[in-house]
Nanobody, 122 residues
Framework: QLQLVESGGGLVEPGGSLSLSCETS????????IGWFRQAPGKEREGVSC????????YYNDRVKGRFTIARDNAKNTVSLQMNSLKSEDTAVYYC???????????????WGQGTQVTVSS
């Protein structure tokens, strides 16, 4: 089974920054749209951001727009999520996923990672 690996989570104070990374050695990420999702305790999983196959189009949840940036590094075969001005409500397990269609039509039934914990607390 194809597997993605997330990294970069941790504990940060409100207002701080973290950079998450999504990578795999099993396939080329730029053949897929990549989405970032998060799930907080007791809440449903929500979409955070998505980047098109060529990287020219990005989408953001209104809750993170202007604070988070998704980007591809094709040389490293990674997709990053730069998170700035973090708030306590950003605390969640963050996952990345790959889909072969588009950000608007993705069913996200393919590869997922195991998640990385992000905790925003003073």
């Amino acid at each position: 089974q194809l597997q993605l690996v997330e990294s970069g989570g941790g504990l940060v104070e409100p207002g701080g920054s973290l950079s998450l990374s999504c990578e795999t050695s099993q396939f080329t990420l730029d053949n897929y749209v990549i989405g970032w999702f998060r799930q907080a305790p007791g809440k449903e999983r929500e979409g955070v951001s998505c980047i098109s196959k060529g990287g020219e189009t990005t989408y953001y949840n209104d809750r993170v727009k202007g604070r988070f940036t998704i980007a591809r590094d094709n040389a490293k075969n990674t997709v990053s999520l730069q998170m700035n001005s973090l708030k306590s409500e950003d605390t969640a397990v963050y996952y990345c996923a790959a889909d072969s269609t588009t950000c608007r039509t993705a069913g996200w039934r393919g590869s997922w990672g195991q998640g990385t914990q992000v905790t925003v607390s003073s």
